[in-house]
């Protein structure tokens, strides 16, 4: 005799949801999602093409998940921010496609009326990662275990971030840049750049992370060009602002070009400003 606790019952056209699994009447699913058991689907959800949501999760909020999706068991996504200014907002949780959310993740929606929690395509969050509220990931992100991201964190496509560490809120981390474990993020970290320590530093271009994204068959990038304008902005005596201007007249390629963007506005006034080199 078939166990029929262990099955997957067939609710519509190419859903399956366990029998042990609670979904919301108003959720909306599409075509091949997968809800296993014990796994709570709120109201006002919408869940994309061929996504699958592990044992136990819960998607709550009013949070849409694109296509195809891997959601590991224990993850919970779209619950109030862990903020005290949160007043019980309708706010959003935005995931794109293609994306792993291993065991334990956690990600909050936003807190004021309007905004939004963002998460793009082709990540992977390892087990017990944390996003806070108003964050922003890109594409093609990677965030190894334990990494705890506060509220309104920027990171860039292709960054990598190593495990056991914390990313202070208002943080940006810039496109292919490479963090290691157990560092304390506190600063900016710029595109192209790897970061390491606690305090985290700067140690230099991310060469290998370079190599490996194809930029270098890319006709219009030049690693000698970023790597002179590094070495302008942050190994010269020049304050940072004089190295900026200075790079900014000169010949610039679109990876020397978004570093010095990447640095203009992290050194506005709004901004905690970039991780400082190491000594």
């Known amino acids: 005799m078939k166990n029929k606790n262990a099955e997957l019952k067939e609710t519509f ?52 998940i694109g296509r195809n999706n891997k959601v590991f068991p224990n993850v919970f996504i779209g619950l109030d921010p862990q903020d005290l200014k949160y007043k019980g907002a309708s706010t959003e949780v935005i995931i794109g496609d293609n994306n792993t959310f291993r065991e334990c993740v956690t990600i909050n929606k936003a807190t004021d009326e309007g905004e939004k929690t963002i998460i793009g395509n082709n990540n992977l969050l390892m087990a017990y990662t944390h996003i806070g509220h108003n964050c922003e990931l890109g594409d093609r992100i990677v965030l190894s275990n334990s990494v705890q991201v506060a509220g309104h964190v920027k990171v860039e496509d292709k960054a990598i971030i190593g495990g056991c560490l914390g990313i202070h809120q208002f943080v940006h981390i810039g496109y292919l840049a490479m963090i290691g474990g157990m560092t304390r993020v506190d600063r900016d ?34 690693l000698k060009l970023l790597q002179s304008t590094w070495n302008l902005l942050f190994k010269s005596n020049y304050v940072m602002s ?38």
Not at 193 to 215: D, T, V, W
Not at 243 to 267: P, R, V
């Open 189 to 222: 970290v710029p595109p192209f750049c790897l970061a390491e320590g606690h305090p985290g530093r700067l140690r230099g271009l991310n060469r290998i992370g370079i190599k490996r994204s194809g930029l270098l068959e890319n006709k219009d990038f030049d």
């Open 13 to 64: 056209e190419g859903v399956k949801v366990h029998p042990n699994a609670f979904v919301d009447s108003s959720a909306e699913l599409h075509d091949g999602v997968i809800i296993s058991q014990g796994a709570i689907v709120g109201p006002n959800v919408t869940i994309g093409k061929g996504t699958e949501i592990g044992p136990n999760a819960v998607i709550t909020g009013r949070t849409q």
């Open 242 to 279: 004089d190295a900026l201007g200075m790079a900014l007249k000169g010949k610039l390629d679109i990876s020397s070009t978004k570093l010095c963007d990447f640095l203009k506005d992290s050194i506005s006034k709004e901004r905690r400003g970039p991780m400082p080199l190491v000594n």
